[in-house]
């Protein structure tokens, strides 16, 4: 069983940053493509949005437009571990945030929460205005 375990996340003030850590067990992480979601509180939460992804060999990565600019996701193979530098960060950054993993051999799209076959536990992001 595959397991991705979250962690780096805490309350920040607005401008500031966090680098948040995926580390994988049980998983050749070479065969996954790798991807960061975020679920808000509130009222008009976005159930499972997109954040950024990052293909198996860490050369081609995609952004949501809300975070693009400020978030870097980047990886790791060696250590199994994956990351999302984050800067500037805004109050609309505010979510628990996951780690997902998509199979690699199986068509799909990086944004497209429903393709990741693997999902961490999340880890909360809360920052301040």
């Known amino acids: 069983q595959v397991q991705l375990v979250e962690s780096g996340g805490g309350l920040v003030q607005s401008g500031g940053s966090l680098r948040l850590v995926c580390e994988a067990s049980?998983?050749?992480?070479?065969?996954?493509?790798m991807g960061w979601f975020r679920q808000a509180p509130g009222k008009e939460r976005k159930l499972g949005e997109f954040?950024?992804?990052?293909?198996?060999?860490?050369?081609?990565?995609v952004y949501a437009d809300s975070v693009k600019g400020r978030f870097t996701v980047s990886r790791d193979n060696g250590k199994n571990t994956t990351y999302l530098q984050m800067t500037n960060l805004k109050p609309d950054d505010t979510a628990v945030y996951y780690c997902?993993?998509?199979?690699?051999?199986?068509?799909?799209?990086?944004?497209?929460?429903?393709?990741?076959?693997?999902w961490g536990q999340g880890t909360q992001v809360t920052v301040s205005s």
């Open positions: 997902t993993a998509r199979w690699k051999y199986r068509s799909g799209s990086p944004q497209e929460r429903h393709d990741y076959d693997h």
């Open positions: 049980r998983v050749i992480l070479t065969d996954y493509h």
């Open positions: 954040v950024a992804a990052v293909d198996w060999r860490g050369d081609t990565t």
